[in-house]
């Protein structure tokens, strides 16, 4: 049986999007120096999480779910993980002519 999600719930979430959205507008209006990547960074995680748990229902799901949203997370972490490796290592062995 469905579980059926009150929409006060929805009406929660997206007034914290919309904060967020707020936030991410207001810091790329404010020099932060280096940590502007940091904040960004931060604040679309959050957004993300949010989005994950409450729009595509994980919380409250079965274990399944949360398998299989922990299996893309990881699995988004392997690919940026072997593209950083490309990428830091392209130097590395000289190109010979």
């Not at 810091?27 to 960074?41: H, M, Q, R, S, T």
């Not at 399944?64 to 299996?71: D, G, K, N, R, V």
Request: aromatic letters at 12%; glycine letters at 6%; one cysteine or more.
């Amino acid at each position: 049986m469905e579980k059926v999600v009150a929409p006060k719930i929805y009406f929660r979430t997206c007034i914290a999007l919309l904060t967020l959205l707020a936030v991410t507008w207001s810091i790329a209006y404010v020099d932060l120096g280096p940590f502007n990547l940091i904040f960004a960074l931060a604040v679309a995680i959050t957004k993300a999480i949010v989005i994950a748990l409450f729009f595509m229902h994980i919380k409250g799901s079965r274990r399944i779910l949360h398998l299989a949203a922990i299996a893309g997370v990881m699995w988004l972490m392997i690919l940026i993980a072997l593209t950083l490796g490309d990428y830091f290592t392209r130097g590395w062995v000289p190109l010979s002519h």
